[in-house]
């Protein structure tokens, strides 16, 4: 079983940046491939970046690509977003996944954290 516990999230206004962490416990992240999603208000759960166990892979989505960066340390069990230029219409709570295997990078995750909150302010 893992167990992941999200941080980093807060305030921002438009155009600046926050790192969220993904840290894990229970069992070490190593062989986990790890996502990132995130939920605004009143709309479904959508993929926004994901890395497979050992780093040397990445994914993300068409709207943060060139200003969200996936990376992960897994001597510390923990996946880390960066995100920059951030914009008003990302304010969502942001959530981590992992899994052991799957086809797809944007599904079929078995483990999720509790959560963080981004709020981007205009």
């Known amino acids: 079983q893992v167990q992941l516990i999200e941080s980093g999230g807060g305030l921002v206004q438009a155009g600046g940046s926050l790192r969220l962490s993904c840290a894990a416990s229970g069992r070490a992240l190593i062989l986990y491939t790890v996502g990132w999603f995130r939920q605004a208000p009143g709309k479904e759960r959508e993929f926004v970046a994901a890395?497979?166990?050992?780093?040397?892979?990445?994914y993300y989505a068409d709207s943060v690509k060139g200003r969200f960066m996936i990376s992960r340390t897994n001597a510390e069990s923990t996946v880390y977003l960066q995100m920059n230029s951030l914009k008003p219409n990302e304010t969502a709570v942001y959530y981590c996944a992992a899994r052991l295997s799957g086809s797809s990078w944007s599904s079929t995750y078995d483990y999720w954290g509790q959560g963080t909150q981004v709020t981007v302010s205009s």
């Open positions: 890395i497979n166990w050992s780093g040397g892979s990445t």
